[in-house]
């Protein structure tokens, strides 16, 4: 931060949407930051969105409602939006744009840092391969998450994925380490409700104290959701690269982050691309799913979880689609596991982490697991087959192999996928259900699982 | 007679029949019992370590809800505290400000802040505002600056200039207090720095 301030413009040309165009200015830069004071001496932070031929184009994070051309007055900060940071911000709870929403004083920074980040060197990223554990099953033994990594949940409206966001902002650990681990939670768009069960969930279960919260809910502008991410980001990046921590980064619900940026792009009259999102949504998206990683010589990670629901639960719509070509699989949540009260609702049929493989096996978890993982994901895809046909032909169609399958596959979800939310479940624990599972089909069933393993864990029922 | 004795005899008969099946059935029940009680034993050892551990799991979380929310709650009292000492900090050195002798130096400070203000703003075309304290060597300097002219009306600052072109589309905030406003974080954390709270 330096002491020099910023030149005051007066002259407003237009307000259109989230958007204030400033006339006759000269000097301003692309993202510097803007203070919009309005006549009655109120203030509003933007940036700068385009500059060229005297004019400005801000944008406004706190929206543009009650400002007017006259007596509204623009201030060009003279630098881009900074997050102040420090070990301090831990436990704290911001608001959308960073500033504290806990009641308690701005924390006192040790830096000062540019909210869009520094590009990740792609030659010093170092490839992601240490096991987090969430505590939750499914995740922990199918779709493992590792330190690094940027694995999105993919939901629905009205499903379960925040009981999830808050169930692994909870429990999340790295295990076989004494490293330090934090969780930065970003809230984006989300309920009053959702916002106080987030805060009073890590508050009450003592997590708070080693996570950072950013809350923008459904009534704060939707512009400020734009920085919502991004702030959160920075924070992490210093927890992670500067004070050396491993930072599990859950942001919640991006699409409302997208849904902004639609905002925006409307408003500033731009050629709009699939279902009205902008042309450069995908590059958009990388800038906040890239910031995660492992970087050569630091010590700490940046993983991130962000959740996304799929308007009318469509993979294929332009939020979801995308992010799927950035990250590194995907935890889909199903609505027909929903609807029969299992929670969490994982499709494991759907889902995947990418790097599942390097971060589970001895050293890591445990030498069977990516094995029996296998074959329990190849069990449930039968025991969906056969629940199929039993569907066409009835149970009594089916054969003694096939009830088997069946069986797999309801005590699948009943015993392996449905957990409380308040169950912290260790891998060896996970690991051990996976295996009771397994030892309801016959032996000669189990094609993926080497003999060694086979004698050492199968109980034959 | 002779029927009555063959008739105690047959009753002996089924008598001692049942009794050594009541005693076999007994001691049938007693080893399934004993079986039963065998079984069970590992099972309900089983279940005493799952009771013991779900219990070590509950008393860890709960010692964390404790230990962690103690531990937030100290360092946000820590928190207000400093802040509180920070704020006394800042209004003593505010006073100190505002009654500063403006004679010495103080005329080159505000020279450097209309010079700053007028290269900002890329013109000397400007109206210059002051409070009552600094108006007289503002207008003593005034005379540098080509085309610019101190305004009537003062403003309510500790010291130093707000600078406005003519034609009133740009302001300048060159003002002691905006140059504080601008600094604070800087000067927040040298003061918390002073009372060892961050390093």
Redesign the interface.
Known sequence: ???????????IAEIKGPLVIV??V?NAAFDELVEIETGEGERRLGKVLEVGNGKAIVQVFEGTTGLSISGT?AKFVGKVMEM?V?R?VL?RVFDGLGRPKDG???P???K?IDINGEPMNPEQRQYPKDFIQTGISVIDGMITLVRGQKLPIFSGSGMSHNLVAAQIARQASVVGTQDDFAVVFAAIGVQYSEAEYFRRSL???????RSVLFLNTADDPAIERIITPRVALTVAEYLAFELGMHVLVILTDMTNYAEALREISAAREEVPGRKGYPGYLYTDLSTIYERAGKLNGRKGSVTQVPILSMPSDDITHPIPDLTGYITEGQVVLGRDLFRQGVYPPVNILMSLSRLMKDGIGEGSTRADHGEVSNQVYDAYSRAQEVRALAGIVGKAGLTEIDLKYMDVGDVFEKEFLSQATDE?RTIEETLGILWRIISKLPKNEITKIKDKYVDQYYKEQ | MASNSSLEQAIDKILEKTEKKILLDLENANSAAKQTLEDALPKIEQEYDQIISNGKKEADKIEKQITGSSDLEARNKQLTLVEESIDKVFTKALDEIANADRSGDYTNLIKSFMDESTKTLGTTEVLVFTNNKDKDIVQSLISQYPGAEVSSETIECLGGVKVKSKDGAMTFDNTIDAKIERLKPLIRKDIATQFGVVN
């Open positions: 931060m330096s002491s020099e301030g910023g030149v005051q413009y007066s002259k006339d006759d000269s007055n102040p420090s301090e436990g308690l004083p701005d006192i920074a040790d000062f508050e009450e279960s003592g997590a708070l104290k912290n």
